[in-house]
Protein backbone atom coordinates (compact mmCIF):
# COMPACT_ATOMS: atom_id res chain seq x y z
CA UNK A 1 0.00 0.00 0.00
CA UNK A 2 1.65 3.55 -0.87
CA UNK A 3 1.04 6.31 1.20
CA UNK A 4 -1.06 7.88 -1.54
CA UNK A 5 -4.24 5.57 -1.08
CA UNK A 6 -5.85 7.21 2.00
CA UNK A 7 -5.80 10.33 0.13
CA UNK A 8 -8.83 10.13 -1.38
CA UNK A 9 -10.58 11.82 -4.50
CA UNK A 10 -7.22 14.00 -4.67
CA UNK A 11 -5.91 12.73 -8.06
CA UNK A 12 -4.65 16.44 -8.87
CA UNK A 13 -2.97 16.39 -5.42
CA UNK A 14 -1.41 13.87 -5.13
CA UNK A 15 0.20 13.66 -8.79
CA UNK A 16 1.91 17.41 -7.89
CA UNK A 17 2.81 15.83 -4.25
CA UNK A 18 4.39 12.37 -5.81
CA UNK A 19 6.49 15.02 -8.01
CA UNK A 20 7.71 16.48 -5.25
CA UNK A 21 8.95 13.91 -3.11
CA UNK A 22 10.56 12.14 -6.15
CA UNK A 23 12.44 15.43 -6.54
CA UNK A 24 13.42 15.62 -2.74
CA UNK A 25 14.49 12.28 -2.95
CA UNK A 26 16.62 13.17 -5.74
CA UNK A 27 18.14 16.20 -4.08
CA UNK A 28 19.40 14.00 -1.07
CA UNK A 29 20.35 11.46 -3.28
CA UNK A 30 23.08 13.85 -4.84
CA UNK A 31 23.84 15.90 -1.78
CA UNK A 32 25.03 11.99 -0.45
CA UNK A 33 26.82 11.10 -3.20
CA UNK A 34 28.49 14.74 -3.48
CA UNK A 35 30.07 13.76 0.29
CA UNK A 36 31.25 10.48 -0.71
CA UNK A 37 32.46 11.42 -4.33
CA UNK A 38 36.40 11.68 -4.50
CA UNK A 39 38.09 14.89 -4.34
CA UNK A 40 38.15 16.50 -8.02
CA UNK A 41 35.33 13.85 -8.60
CA UNK A 42 32.55 16.22 -11.17
CA UNK A 43 30.24 17.49 -8.91
CA UNK A 44 26.44 15.93 -9.62
CA UNK A 45 23.73 18.39 -10.63
CA UNK A 46 21.08 18.95 -7.44
CA UNK A 47 17.71 19.36 -8.70
CA UNK A 48 16.72 22.14 -6.15
CA UNK A 49 19.66 24.15 -7.15
CA UNK A 50 19.47 24.01 -10.77
CA UNK A 51 15.92 25.37 -10.10
CA UNK A 52 14.31 22.39 -12.03
CA UNK A 53 12.75 20.75 -8.57
CA UNK A 54 8.91 20.38 -8.32
CA UNK A 55 10.13 20.58 -4.05
CA UNK A 56 9.96 23.51 -2.14
CA UNK A 57 10.49 24.26 1.58
CA UNK A 58 6.63 25.01 2.55
CA UNK A 59 3.49 24.29 1.17
CA UNK A 60 0.20 25.18 2.24
CA UNK A 61 -2.84 22.00 2.18
CA UNK A 62 -6.31 23.89 2.34
CA UNK A 63 -9.71 22.29 1.80
CA UNK A 64 -13.07 21.81 3.57
CA UNK A 65 -13.31 19.99 6.80
CA UNK A 66 -13.24 16.39 5.89
CA UNK A 67 -11.46 16.81 2.80
CA UNK A 68 -8.46 15.16 4.24
CA UNK A 69 -5.92 18.04 3.98
CA UNK A 70 -3.81 16.71 7.27
CA UNK A 71 -3.93 13.09 5.43
CA UNK A 72 -2.11 14.43 2.41
CA UNK A 73 0.10 16.17 4.53
CA UNK A 74 1.15 12.91 6.47
CA UNK A 75 1.30 11.57 3.35
CA UNK A 76 3.73 13.66 1.94
CA UNK A 77 6.34 13.56 5.10
CA UNK A 78 6.18 9.75 4.96
CA UNK A 79 7.22 10.35 1.27
CA UNK A 80 9.90 12.55 2.25
CA UNK A 81 11.14 10.51 4.55
CA UNK A 82 10.83 6.87 2.57
CA UNK A 83 13.71 4.99 2.60
CA UNK A 84 12.78 1.94 0.26
CA UNK A 85 15.12 0.32 -2.12
CA UNK A 86 12.76 -0.03 -4.38
CA UNK A 87 12.17 4.02 -5.00
CA UNK A 88 15.55 4.33 -7.02
CA UNK A 89 14.02 1.76 -9.39
CA UNK A 90 11.56 3.74 -10.61
CA UNK A 91 8.69 2.82 -7.68
CA UNK A 92 9.60 6.67 -6.53
CA UNK A 93 9.44 7.68 -2.83
CA UNK A 94 6.33 6.24 -0.58
CA UNK A 95 6.03 2.69 -0.13
CA UNK A 96 3.95 3.28 2.87
CA UNK A 97 5.90 -0.29 4.33
CA UNK A 98 9.31 0.90 5.13
CA UNK A 99 10.80 1.99 8.57
CA UNK A 100 10.85 5.82 7.31
CA UNK A 101 6.98 5.74 5.80
CA UNK A 102 5.72 4.01 8.44
CA UNK A 103 7.19 5.66 11.57
CA UNK A 104 5.97 8.79 9.74
CA UNK A 105 2.43 7.73 9.21
CA UNK A 106 1.90 6.89 13.04
CA UNK A 107 3.70 9.84 14.33
CA UNK A 108 6.76 8.06 16.16
CA UNK A 109 9.70 9.16 13.37
CA UNK A 110 12.11 10.92 14.45
CA UNK A 111 12.47 13.87 12.00
CA UNK A 112 8.45 14.14 11.36
CA UNK A 113 6.40 16.77 14.01
CA UNK A 114 2.90 16.39 13.44
CA UNK A 115 1.54 19.23 15.21
CA UNK A 116 -2.60 19.33 16.02
CA UNK A 117 -4.51 21.21 18.85
CA UNK A 118 -7.62 20.28 20.88
CA UNK A 119 -7.02 23.75 22.12
CA UNK A 120 -8.96 27.26 21.40
CA UNK A 121 -5.61 28.89 19.19
CA UNK A 122 -2.24 28.57 19.10
CA UNK A 123 0.17 30.47 20.90
CA UNK A 124 3.59 32.22 20.71
CA UNK A 125 4.99 30.01 22.87
CA UNK A 126 4.05 26.69 21.08
CA UNK A 127 5.22 27.95 17.75
CA UNK A 128 8.53 29.41 19.25
CA UNK A 129 9.13 25.68 20.20
CA UNK A 130 8.46 24.13 16.71
CA UNK A 131 10.38 27.04 15.20
CA UNK A 132 13.61 25.68 17.39
CA UNK A 133 13.05 22.23 16.20
CA UNK A 134 12.68 23.27 12.64
CA UNK A 135 16.18 24.94 12.57
CA UNK A 136 17.70 21.14 13.79
CA UNK A 137 19.60 19.13 10.88
CA UNK A 138 17.35 15.94 10.36
CA UNK A 139 18.77 12.95 12.91
CA UNK A 140 18.02 10.34 10.00
CA UNK A 141 19.89 12.53 7.14
CA UNK A 142 16.47 13.35 5.24
CA UNK A 143 14.34 15.70 5.87
CA UNK A 144 12.97 17.53 8.93
CA UNK A 145 9.26 18.09 8.04
CA UNK A 146 7.09 20.13 10.52
CA UNK A 147 3.50 18.87 9.96
CA UNK A 148 0.81 21.84 11.47
CA UNK A 149 -2.24 20.72 10.95
CA UNK A 150 -4.36 23.75 12.37
CA UNK A 151 -2.50 26.81 11.42
CA UNK A 152 -5.35 28.47 10.68
CA UNK A 153 -5.65 28.43 15.02
CA UNK A 154 -2.26 30.48 14.97
CA UNK A 155 -2.80 33.61 16.47
CA UNK A 156 -1.25 37.00 15.15
CA UNK A 157 1.66 36.79 17.49
CA UNK A 158 2.54 33.31 16.26
CA UNK A 159 1.94 33.46 12.98
CA UNK A 160 4.63 36.21 12.98
CA UNK A 161 7.18 34.19 14.98
CA UNK A 162 6.35 31.06 12.49
CA UNK A 163 6.88 33.83 9.14
CA UNK A 164 10.42 34.28 9.87
CA UNK A 165 11.07 30.44 9.71
CA UNK A 166 9.33 30.24 6.87
CA UNK A 167 11.15 33.29 4.77
CA UNK A 168 14.64 31.64 6.35
CA UNK A 169 14.17 27.63 6.48
CA UNK A 170 16.51 25.72 7.54
CA UNK A 171 18.21 23.49 4.27
CA UNK A 172 16.64 20.45 5.30
CA UNK A 173 13.10 21.14 6.54
CA UNK A 174 9.85 21.40 5.48
CA UNK A 175 6.50 22.98 6.53
CA UNK A 176 3.54 21.72 5.88
CA UNK A 177 0.84 24.18 6.92
CA UNK A 178 -2.83 22.93 6.99
CA UNK A 179 -6.19 24.94 7.08
CA UNK A 180 -9.69 25.21 6.00
CA UNK A 181 -9.05 27.99 3.22
CA UNK A 182 -6.04 30.42 1.93
CA UNK A 183 -7.90 33.38 3.57
CA UNK A 184 -7.34 31.49 7.08
CA UNK A 185 -3.44 31.95 7.17
CA UNK A 186 -1.86 35.37 7.35
CA UNK A 187 -0.87 36.45 3.58
CA UNK A 188 2.70 37.21 4.43
CA UNK A 189 2.55 33.49 5.53
CA UNK A 190 0.44 32.03 2.60
CA UNK A 191 2.61 33.73 0.03
CA UNK A 192 5.70 31.88 0.66
CA UNK A 193 4.05 28.75 0.48
CA UNK A 194 2.97 26.24 -2.45
CA UNK A 195 -0.62 26.28 -2.11
CA UNK A 196 -2.39 23.16 -2.93
CA UNK A 197 -6.09 22.83 -2.76
CA UNK A 198 -8.45 20.06 -1.89
CA UNK A 199 -11.95 19.23 -2.67
CA UNK A 200 -14.32 17.51 -0.91
CA UNK A 201 -14.41 13.67 -1.91
CA UNK A 202 -17.53 11.99 -3.22
CA UNK A 203 -19.63 9.91 -1.53
CA UNK A 204 -18.42 6.77 -3.66
CA UNK A 205 -14.99 7.79 -2.70
CA UNK A 206 -15.77 7.64 1.15
CA UNK A 207 -17.49 4.57 1.24
CA UNK A 208 -15.00 2.99 -0.97
CA UNK A 209 -12.32 3.85 1.79
CA UNK A 210 -14.14 3.34 4.90
CA UNK A 211 -14.88 -0.47 3.44
CA UNK A 212 -11.26 -1.41 2.17
CA UNK A 213 -9.31 0.49 5.14
CA UNK A 214 -11.62 -0.30 8.36
CA UNK A 215 -14.13 -3.40 6.96
CA UNK A 216 -17.24 -1.84 7.44
CA UNK A 217 -20.09 -3.47 5.60
CA UNK A 218 -20.48 -1.60 2.22
CA UNK A 219 -24.34 -0.46 3.12
CA UNK A 220 -23.44 1.13 6.63
CA UNK A 221 -19.86 2.61 4.58
CA UNK A 222 -22.11 4.01 1.89
CA UNK A 223 -25.16 5.43 4.20
CA UNK A 224 -22.61 7.07 6.98
CA UNK A 225 -20.67 8.73 3.36
CA UNK A 226 -23.69 9.86 2.43
CA UNK A 227 -24.70 11.57 5.59
CA UNK A 228 -21.65 13.36 6.50
CA UNK A 229 -21.69 14.71 2.60
CA UNK A 230 -18.32 13.30 2.04
CA UNK A 231 -16.37 14.10 5.24
CA UNK A 232 -14.03 11.02 5.97
CA UNK A 233 -13.73 11.38 9.32
CA UNK A 234 -17.68 11.98 10.52
CA UNK A 235 -18.16 9.46 8.37
CA UNK A 236 -15.75 6.92 9.95
CA UNK A 237 -17.00 7.86 13.12
CA UNK A 238 -20.86 7.59 12.14
CA UNK A 239 -20.31 4.07 11.03
CA UNK A 240 -18.41 2.84 14.02
CA UNK A 241 -19.69 4.84 16.98
CA UNK A 242 -23.14 4.43 17.89
CA UNK A 243 -23.39 7.40 20.26
CA UNK A 244 -22.70 9.48 17.20
CA UNK A 245 -25.45 7.46 15.88
CA UNK A 246 -27.48 8.55 18.40
CA UNK A 247 -26.22 12.42 18.80
CA UNK A 248 -27.04 12.48 14.82
CA UNK A 249 -30.41 11.63 14.94
CA UNK A 250 -31.77 13.40 18.04
CA UNK A 251 -30.77 16.82 15.96
CA UNK A 252 -32.24 15.24 12.74
CA UNK A 253 -35.37 15.37 15.13
CA UNK A 254 -35.37 19.41 15.65
CA UNK A 255 -37.06 20.49 13.16
CA UNK A 256 -40.23 18.68 14.39
CA UNK A 257 -39.96 20.03 17.62
CA UNK A 258 -39.94 23.74 17.21
CA UNK A 259 -43.47 24.47 17.06
CA UNK A 260 -43.59 27.12 19.90
CA UNK A 261 -41.21 29.64 22.07
CA UNK A 262 -41.12 26.63 24.76
CA UNK A 263 -39.98 23.78 22.11
CA UNK A 264 -37.36 26.37 20.72
CA UNK A 265 -36.07 26.84 24.40
CA UNK A 266 -36.10 23.38 25.09
CA UNK A 267 -34.35 22.27 21.67
CA UNK A 268 -31.57 24.82 22.08
CA UNK A 269 -30.86 23.81 25.77
CA UNK A 270 -30.51 20.12 24.70
CA UNK A 271 -28.14 21.03 21.62
CA UNK A 272 -25.57 22.64 24.08
CA UNK A 273 -25.97 19.76 26.65
CA UNK A 274 -25.27 17.48 24.22
CA UNK A 275 -21.95 19.10 23.22
CA UNK A 276 -21.26 19.76 27.02
CA UNK A 277 -21.73 15.45 27.48
CA UNK A 278 -19.11 15.53 24.66
CA UNK A 279 -16.97 17.54 26.42
CA UNK A 280 -17.08 15.70 29.41
CA UNK A 281 -16.56 12.22 27.56
CA UNK A 282 -13.30 13.33 26.78
CA UNK A 283 -12.46 14.76 29.59
CA UNK A 284 -12.99 11.72 31.60
CA UNK A 285 -11.17 9.85 29.00
CA UNK A 286 -8.14 12.27 28.84
CA UNK A 287 -7.76 14.69 31.67
CA UNK A 288 -7.20 12.01 35.09
CA UNK A 289 -4.59 10.33 32.92
CA UNK A 290 -2.27 13.53 31.76
CA UNK A 291 -3.06 15.23 35.65
CA UNK A 292 -2.13 11.55 37.32
CA UNK A 293 1.19 11.41 34.90
CA UNK A 294 2.00 14.93 35.75
CA UNK A 295 1.83 14.69 39.15
CA UNK A 296 4.11 11.51 38.46
CA UNK A 297 6.26 13.50 36.58
CA UNK A 298 6.57 16.44 39.74
CA UNK A 299 7.16 13.57 42.06
CA UNK A 300 3.74 12.82 43.90
CA UNK A 301 3.44 8.99 44.53
CA UNK A 302 1.13 7.64 41.86
CA UNK A 303 -2.82 7.51 42.65
CA UNK A 304 -2.16 8.90 46.39
CA UNK A 305 -3.22 11.98 45.66
CA UNK A 306 -0.06 13.59 47.98
CA UNK A 307 1.51 16.78 47.93
CA UNK A 308 3.00 18.04 45.08
CA UNK A 309 6.74 19.18 45.99
CA UNK A 310 7.60 23.39 46.34
CA UNK A 311 7.65 25.08 43.57
CA UNK A 312 5.37 22.74 41.23
CA UNK A 313 1.90 24.69 41.28
CA UNK A 314 2.16 26.62 38.56
CA UNK A 315 3.01 23.33 36.03
CA UNK A 316 -0.01 21.71 37.58
CA UNK A 317 -2.29 25.13 36.95
CA UNK A 318 -1.09 25.27 33.28
CA UNK A 319 -2.16 21.84 32.69
CA UNK A 320 -5.89 22.38 34.10
CA UNK A 321 -5.68 25.73 32.44
CA UNK A 322 -5.18 23.68 28.79
CA UNK A 323 -8.02 21.26 29.86
CA UNK A 324 -10.14 23.91 30.34
CA UNK A 325 -9.40 25.27 26.77
CA UNK A 326 -9.80 21.88 25.75
CA UNK A 327 -13.26 21.23 27.24
CA UNK A 328 -14.65 24.56 25.85
CA UNK A 329 -12.93 23.79 22.06
CA UNK A 330 -14.40 19.83 22.30
CA UNK A 331 -18.00 21.72 23.62
CA UNK A 332 -17.76 23.78 20.28
CA UNK A 333 -16.62 21.33 18.14
CA UNK A 334 -19.70 19.41 18.76
CA UNK A 335 -22.35 22.10 18.65
CA UNK A 336 -20.90 22.76 15.03
CA UNK A 337 -21.16 19.21 14.27
CA UNK A 338 -24.73 19.24 14.93
CA UNK A 339 -25.54 22.48 13.25
CA UNK A 340 -23.88 20.93 9.85
CA UNK A 341 -26.13 18.04 9.86
CA UNK A 342 -29.28 20.56 10.45
CA UNK A 343 -27.78 22.67 7.48
CA UNK A 344 -27.57 19.09 5.64
CA UNK A 345 -32.04 18.71 6.54
CA UNK A 346 -32.75 21.79 5.41
CA UNK A 347 -30.65 21.24 2.34
CA UNK A 348 -32.72 18.13 1.80
CA UNK A 349 -35.70 19.70 2.57
CA UNK A 350 -35.10 22.31 -0.36
CA UNK A 351 -34.04 19.77 -2.90
CA UNK A 352 -37.22 17.73 -2.54
CA UNK A 353 -39.16 21.69 -2.29
CA UNK A 354 -37.17 22.32 -5.94
CA UNK A 355 -37.91 18.84 -7.63
CA UNK A 356 -34.12 18.25 -7.51
CA UNK A 357 -33.61 14.40 -9.06
CA UNK A 358 -30.36 13.80 -6.60
CA UNK A 359 -30.28 11.46 -3.64
CA UNK A 360 -30.83 13.02 0.01
CA UNK A 361 -27.90 12.91 2.63
CA UNK A 362 -30.64 12.25 5.20
CA UNK A 363 -32.64 9.37 3.37
CA UNK A 364 -33.18 7.72 6.64
CA UNK A 365 -35.20 10.72 7.91
CA UNK A 366 -37.16 10.82 4.57
CA UNK A 367 -40.77 10.80 5.89
CA UNK A 368 -39.66 14.17 7.94
CA UNK A 369 -37.88 15.83 5.40
CA UNK A 370 -40.86 15.56 2.94
CA UNK A 371 -43.12 16.37 5.79
CA UNK A 372 -41.35 19.89 6.17
CA UNK A 373 -40.73 20.36 2.56
CA UNK A 374 -45.19 20.10 2.11
CA UNK A 375 -45.80 22.75 4.85
CA UNK A 376 -42.94 25.07 4.23
CA UNK A 377 -42.24 26.94 1.24
CA UNK A 378 -38.31 26.93 -0.77
CA UNK A 379 -38.03 30.97 0.41
CA UNK A 380 -38.88 29.79 4.13
CA UNK A 381 -36.09 26.23 3.52
CA UNK A 382 -33.37 29.50 2.46
CA UNK A 383 -33.99 31.53 5.52
CA UNK A 384 -33.47 28.95 8.02
CA UNK A 385 -30.41 27.51 6.54
CA UNK A 386 -28.90 30.91 6.52
CA UNK A 387 -30.02 31.30 10.38
CA UNK A 388 -28.35 28.00 11.07
CA UNK A 389 -25.11 29.21 9.29
CA UNK A 390 -25.45 32.80 11.27
CA UNK A 391 -25.81 30.71 14.65
CA UNK A 392 -22.60 29.34 13.49
CA UNK A 393 -20.96 31.95 12.84
CA UNK A 394 -21.98 33.75 15.72
CA UNK A 395 -20.57 30.62 17.80
CA UNK A 396 -17.32 31.27 16.44
CA UNK A 397 -17.15 34.88 16.94
CA UNK A 398 -17.75 33.75 20.81
CA UNK A 399 -21.10 34.17 21.39
CA UNK A 400 -22.35 32.56 24.46
CA UNK A 401 -23.88 29.43 23.02
CA UNK A 402 -26.64 29.36 24.24
CA UNK A 403 -27.95 32.24 23.45
CA UNK A 404 -26.62 31.78 19.73
CA UNK A 405 -28.85 28.51 19.41
CA UNK A 406 -31.48 29.66 21.31
CA UNK A 407 -31.66 32.71 18.59
CA UNK A 408 -31.42 29.96 15.43
CA UNK A 409 -34.05 27.89 17.14
CA UNK A 410 -36.58 30.49 17.55
CA UNK A 411 -35.96 31.90 13.75
CA UNK A 412 -36.01 28.11 12.44
CA UNK A 413 -39.74 28.38 14.20
CA UNK A 414 -40.44 31.63 12.06
CA UNK A 415 -38.60 30.36 8.96
Request: glycine share 8%; proline share 4%; net charge neutral.
Amino acid sequence: MAVWDDVVGQDRVTAQLDAAARDADAIVTAESAARRAPAGAPAQAVPERTGASQMTHAWLFTGPPGSGRATAARAFAAALQCVSPDRALGGGPGCGFCDGCHTSLVGTHADVEIVRTDLLSIGVKETRDLVRRASLSPAGGRWQVIVLEDADRLTEGAGNVLLKAVEEPAPRTVWLLCAPSIEDVLPTIRSRCRHLSLRTPSVGAVAELLVRRDGIDPETADRSARATQGHIDRARRLATDERARARRAAVLKLPLRIDDIGGCLKAAQELIDAAGEDAKQVAEEVDAKETEELRAALGAAAGTGGRLPRGTAGAMKELQDKQKRRSTRTQRDSLDLALVDLTAFYRDVLAVQMGASVPLSNDDVGDSIRRIATTSTAERTLRRIEAVIACREAVERNVAPLLAVEAMTVALRAG
